[in-house]
């Protein structure tokens, strides 16, 4: 069996939004659950699925958000794809200055490139769970 563009579009979004997802090896059933250490929510709403995955654990192959660097290197490549130059410009002051990531949402998400940064940022964590998904030798359409 191999993991559809659909499949891995939706692991991606459920990442991108805070999730943990966990993909069984033997039907390539999908399971995502907050990601209960990030935040401290309560932890309720999962808990049939945690304690099922719990019980399977080796079944299950687990994929987490991307680390900070790589969120910080999908911007950093974005800003590289810019044609504005005053855009481009701020944008690399932004990464540059403390709260990089809210400012850069920020200036981004108000901007004429807004939709293209969602494309972008959209498109490197399908190719990152991709990744992920073959490393642990999962078959990928």
Same mark, same amino acid.
């Given at each position: 069996?191999?993991?559809?563009?659909?499949?891995?579009?939706?692991?991606?979004? +459920?990442?991108?939004?805070?999730?943990?997802?966990?993909?069984? #090896?033997?039907? /390539?059933?999908? %399971? !995502?659950? &907050?990601?209960?250490?990030?935040?401290?929510?309560?932890?309720?709403?999962?808990?049939?699925?945690?304690?099922?995955?719990?019980?399977?654990?080796?079944?299950?192959?687990?994929?987490?958000?991307?680390?900070?660097?790589?969120?910080?290197?999908?911007?950093?490549?974005?800003?590289? +794809?810019?044609?504005?130059?005053?855009?481009?410009?701020?944008? #690399?002051?932004? /990464?540059?200055? %403390? !709260?990089? &990531?809210?400012?850069?949402?920020?200036?981004?998400?108000?901007?004429?490139?807004?939709?293209?940064?969602?494309?972008?940022?959209?498109?490197?964590?399908?190719?990152?769970?991709?990744?992920?998904?073959?490393?642990?030798?999962?078959?990928?359409?």
């Amino acid at each position: 069996m191999k993991l559809s563009a659909r499949q891995i579009n939706e692991i991606a979004q +459920e990442l991108e939004g805070g999730m943990k997802v966990f993909v069984k #090896r033997e039907n /390539l059933e999908i %399971k !995502s659950i &907050f990601d209960w250490e990030e935040s401290y929510g309560d932890n309720e709403f999962w808990e049939e699925e945690m304690e099922t995955i719990e019980r399977e654990w080796s079944d299950y192959m687990t994929l987490t958000k991307m680390e900070s660097w790589e969120a910080f290197q999908i911007m950093e490549d974005f800003v590289d +794809e810019i044609d504005d130059e005053s855009m481009k410009e701020s944008l #690399r002051k932004i /990464l540059g200055r %403390k !709260s990089p &990531f809210a400012n850069f949402k920020a200036e981004v998400e108000s901007s004429a490139y807004r939709q293209n940064w969602f494309d972008f940022r959209q498109k490197k964590y399908e190719d990152y769970v991709s990744e992920e998904l073959r490393m642990s030798d999962f078959e990928i359409e």
